[in-house]
């Protein structure tokens, strides 16, 4: 109804419902595919954390204002 007065945002927003359509199909078709790719995803989250939570400490080591190599 309003793609008349925001045409870019119309389509792109019809574009993520489509694209979350298709998420929801999939997910319904194929529950285990679905579960496996979470928890890789999940897996994935866990190791930026953890690299993160190390960065962080090396660099509380090193002491927060100490120069950064270029």
Do not use: S, Y
């Amino acid at each position: 109804m309003l793609g008349f007065l925001f045409p870019r945002r119309c389509r792109r927003l019809e574009a993520e419902n489509e694209r979350l359509r298709v998420l929801l199909w999939e997910a319904k078709t194929e529950p285990a595919r679905t579960l496996a790719l979470m928890a890789a995803k999940d897996k994935e989250i866990a190791a930026l954390k953890a690299e993160n939570r190390a960065l962080r400490r090396d660099r509380d080591r090193a002491g927060r204002f100490a120069p950064c190599e270029k």
